[in-house]
Structures are given as structure tokens and as C-alpha cells.
């Protein structure tokens, strides 16, 4: 880091702690933790910025290079305020503030006034990018209007998550009607986008609404890879008598970390004693047949449970290639 930044931080830090212990002297051995802290606070700050104005630009390429010359709709608060872009003459960037506005007051109850704040400048930036950038204009193919569209939209609005924002507020309103009324968050999309959908196809056209419904599986999809990632980790865990060589297996063999835990059988184990280890690893879905075989080298019966691991950090798996 900057020398000139860290003694500002330093600056800060001292001055905080000197606030709190008026009476004790301030030790270095106080001010690194805080200095850490601050640096942490302000990277992570700088990246999710970076997401935010990634995320903004590329959603108003989606809207402006291919929706909106086109009176092409999508799903969500964005398609809300295309739909009344189409049947008024307001600006789209006024709409686009406007729409998300309920849902940024329901975000900063249900999940916090921080969120709610980003996702105001992330929301408004949007406007301003909308209303301000001139974007060409790609295509008039409506196919690829409503695949590239979706794309890029949704691309921004998977940025603008990865950043602690929103850009479409219906997530909010999803995850609030999803906790009142025990459905999924999925659940509470699709049923808001059924809805627009059918205002879309009698207000503009039927043809317009199943495009708008292509547009909208190309951009859920599109932020289910920005925010999960590509590629797809496993989480595997397994159960078996010859666990010693299981894991000597995944470390040496596999060159795969794991973690062991103490475990007891519970059908045939009336004295609860722990009686075997249970190991846990995550490789990614490619690698999941090599696993699979290399398992069933050493037993043919083990246990074994597998599930998505939707993000990871630190470990192992990141750094070296199974062997």
C-alpha cells in the first residue's frame, strides 16, 4: 500500500482509539488491528465500486444498445419501467427511479440501510448512464435483441450484486413476500414476471411478451453465472470404514485438501460411541468423475453425499490441478 495512504490510516486509527482511552496512551500494538481493518474495509469498498460502475455501463448497453430502440420489455422493475416507457412519454431513466424506489424503502427495513443506499447510487447512476451515454444501436434481429439484451442486462444486474447493490428492486420485494408467505424467492419472481408478462402482452403485443420472456431467461441466467460463477464446486462428503485411506487418497493421490470429522453411526451404534470419520472435500464438477472413481477403488459402498457449493475462498482447490 501507498506509504503516504497507510500513514493516513495510522492518522485515523490513533485518532479514533485516543477518542475512546482519553486517559492511556495509544499502543502500536492497538493501532495495527484498526489499520487492518481500515484496509480491508476500503479494498473491499474499491472492488464492489468497480462492480457497481462494470455492472451500471453494461446494463445500459443491454437496455439502450438493444431493449429500448426496439420496444422490447423484460422482467422485474426494469421491465416495469420499460412497460411505461412504451405507454407514456416519460424518460426511461426517470422511470427506472421511480419504480425502484418502494422497493429501495422495503430494502432498507428488510435488509439494511447500507444495501439500500448503494443500491440507490447504483439505481440512479443507471439513470444517468441511461438518460446521458449515446450506445449504438446492434441489431434489429429480435431474436438477438432478446438474447443479447437479457445478456447484457442481466450481466449488470449480476455486477451490481456482486458489488452489495441492486439495480432491479423485484429481488427485494421477492425476498420480503418470501418470508411473509413461506414461498421461494424464486417462487415470488416468477409469479411478479407473470404478471408483467401479461400486462406486456395486452398492453404492446403477444409477440412482444415472449420475447420479453426469452429476454428474461437469458438475463436470470446471465446472473446466475456472474453471481455463482462458472465453475460450479461440489462439496462432497463421505462416509466409509476405510476413511484412513480415503484420505490419503484425496491428499496424496488427488492433491486435494479435506476436513475430518468425528462421527457415530446412529442404526448400528446403540452405545453412541464415535466409531468412524467422516471426511468432507470440494472439488469442481469436473472433477467429480475421477473422485467418484478413485472412491470406488478403495470401497464400492461408501457413503456419499454431494451438493453445489455455490462460491469459495482460500483453500486449496483454487491453486493446484488434480493430478
Do not use: W
Not at 476413511?243 to 491428499?251: A, G, V, Y
Request: proline content about 2%; hydrophobic content about 50%; aromatic content about 8%.
Amino acid at each position: 500500500m501507498n506509504p503516504l495512504f497507510s500513514k493516513i490510516l495510522i492518522d485515523v486509527a490513533r485518532k479514533r482509539l485516543e477518542k475512546k482511552q482519553v486517559s492511556k496512551p495509544v499502543s502500536k500494538k492497538q493501532i495495527v488491528p484498526l489499520v487492518r481493518k481500515f484496509q480491508v474495509e476500503i479494498s473491499h469498498a474499491i472492488k464492489e465500486a468497480i462492480f457497481i460502475i462494470i455492472g451500471v455501463f453494461s446494463a445500459g448497453f443491454g437496455l439502450k444498445g438493444f431493449l429500448l430502440p426496439n420496444n422490447f420489455i423484460d422482467g422485474g422493475a426494469t421491465g416495469i419501467s420499460l412497460l411505461l416507457k412504451n405507454i407514456t412519454s416519460l424518460e426511461l431513466g426517470l422511470l427506472l427511479v421511480l419504480v425502484n424506489i418502494p422497493f429501495l424503502i422495503l430494502a432498507s427495513r428488510t435488509i439494511g440501510i447500507k444495501f439500500a443506499l448503494k443500491s440507490i447510487v447504483a439505481i440512479t447512476l443507471l439513470a444517468f448512464v441511461v438518460h446521458f451515454v449515446n450506445y449504438p444501436i446492434i441489431t434489429e434481429d429480435k431474436l438477438l435483441i432478446a438474447v443479447f439484451g437479457g445478456f447484457f442486462l442481466g450481466l449488470g444486474i449480476g455486477m451490481s450484486m456482486r458489488g452489495g447493490s441492486v439495480i432491479d428492486g423485484t429481488e427485494v420485494l421477492a425476498i420480503y413476500l418470501g418470508r411473509k408467505l413461506s414461498l421461494t424467492i424464486g417462487d415470488v419472481l416468477l409469479l411478479i414476471n407473470i404478471l408483467i408478462f401479461s400486462v406486456g402482452a395486452y398492453v404492446l403485443s403477444i409477440e412482444v411478451a415472449l420475447y420479453a420472456i426469452l429476454t428474461y431467461l437469458s438475463a436470470a441466467k446471465t446472473v446466475d453465472f456472474v453471481v455463482d460463477g462458472v465453475e460450479e464446486y461440489v462439496g462432497v462428503t463421505i462416509i466409509s470404514n476405510k476413511h484412513e485411506d480415503l484420505r490419503i487418497m484425496l491428499t496424496e493421490k488427488l492433491r486435494r485438501a479435506c476436513t475430518i470429522y468425528a462421527g457415530k453411526g446412529g442404526f448400528e451404534n446403540p452405545e453412541g460411541h464415535y466409531d468412524k470419520d467422516i471426511i468432507y472435500t470440494v472439488v469442481t464438477r469436473l472433477e467429480i468423475a475421477k473422485l467418484q472413481t478413485e472412491i470406488d477403488k478403495i470401497d464400492r459402498n461408501a457413503f456419499i453425499i454431494m451438493g453445489v457449493v455455490k462460491d469459495l475462498k482460500g483453500g486449496m482447490i483454487k491453486k493446484k490441478p488434480m493430478k
